[in-house]
């Protein structure tokens, strides 16, 4: 049997490809970066050349995603998101309008996708 383990945190996710009859330090483990800081990245580098930004995609952990889109909107951006992305950024969508965010379903700004794992 093999299981496969995954934690998706703010920094890192983690995973654990167990194998059974393996001792579990010569299982397969990974640290990658956060599905949420590699999309903030995005975001920062989008700001640098001043483009508005979509997001598009799953629901996904904020933390670093929040940050980077109030750092977006703070510097006169314009950060679009459809409902379901806009829901990383806050579960209540009133409050992520009060935000700044453009809830829509469609954009021609730059599209990020979002999700905490790239599955597809």
Do not use: W
């Not at 299981?3 to 920094?11: I, P, R």
């Not at 330090?25 to 483009?51: F, G, H, M, Y």
């Amino acid at each position: 049997m093999e299981v496969l383990a995954l934690d998706v945190g703010t920094g890192t996710t983690d995973v654990l490809l167990y194998e059974e009859g393996k001792e579990i330090e010569n299982c397969v483990k990974l640290i990658i970066p956060s599905a949420t800081r590699v999309l903030a990245e995005k975001i920062r580098k989008a700001r640098e050349k001043n483009q508005d930004v979509f997001l598009f995609g799953h629901l996904m952990g904020g933390g670093p995603l929040l940050r980077a889109v109030m750092e977006h909107i703070e510097s006169g951006l314009r950060v679009y998101a459809t409902e379901e992305s806009a829901k990383s950024l806050h579960d209540n969508l009133e409050r992520v309008r009060e935000l700044g965010v453009i809830i829509t379903e469609s954009s021609d700004a730059l599209a990020l996708k979002t999700g905490d794992l790239p599955l597809e």
